[in-house]
């Protein structure tokens, strides 16, 4: 029986999905896992990860899958931090579903339904074309994701800034 080993982070590694080589700043990022030659799993630092602070105050994000760290499009998973009061904007995505899981805090998820609070251990589906917003009622800590990553978010109440994450690296990340 084949044992599971785990590599170093730090080295360049080959992509199981036939997409060729992920660059060094994956490598910095993962470290992989393998049974004779195949990649199982990629294990994702949250603390190795880049993370994006929201331009309106009160959120950050840190990617796990995404175009950049997986050579993927297919979707789009993460945490994210939620101040007390922070809110997302009042929106809704083009062709895309998520999904919120609710680790830490409490908030409430506002949708033409009308307001739901939230907590620990919830998991809220949001199909697409779903207009919503979260909102923070105490510190909030989530598991984000969404797939396709090829979407469109509309704004309904809210402004431009809230679609802009500024990376700690300095970078600028513009939500589409």
Not at 9 to 26: D, F, I, T, V
Not at 70 to 89: E, R, T
Request: hydrophobic fraction near 35%; proline fraction near 6%; include cysteine.
């Amino acid at each position: 029986m084949p044992t599971l080993g785990l590599k170093p982070a730090g080295k360049a590694l080959r992509s199981n999905s036939g997409r060729g080589w992920m660059g060094e700043s994956l490598g910095k990022a993962l470290g992989e896992a393998s049974t004779g030659g195949m990649t199982m799993a990629y294990i994702f630092k949250e603390d190795e990860l880049p993370t994006l602070v929201s331009v309106t105050p009160g959120r950050e994000r840190t990617f796990f899958v995404n175009q950049e760290l997986a050579n993927i499009d297919d979707m789009l998973a993460g945490v994210m931090h939620y101040k007390k009061g922070a809110s997302s904007p009042y929106h809704y995505h083009a062709n895309c579903e998520h999904f919120y899981f609710i680790i830490e805090g409490k908030a409430t998820v506002e949708s033409p339904e009308g307001v739901r609070p939230v907590g620990p251990g919830d998991m809220i589906f949001i199909p697409a074309e779903e207009k919503h917003r979260l909102r923070a009622t105490e510190p909030l800590f989530y598991f984000e994701w969404q797939a396709p990553n090829r979407f469109k978010t509309t704004i309904l109440e809210g402004t431009d800034d809230d679609l802009r994450w500024e990376r700690r690296d300095g970078r600028v990340w513009i939500q589409t």
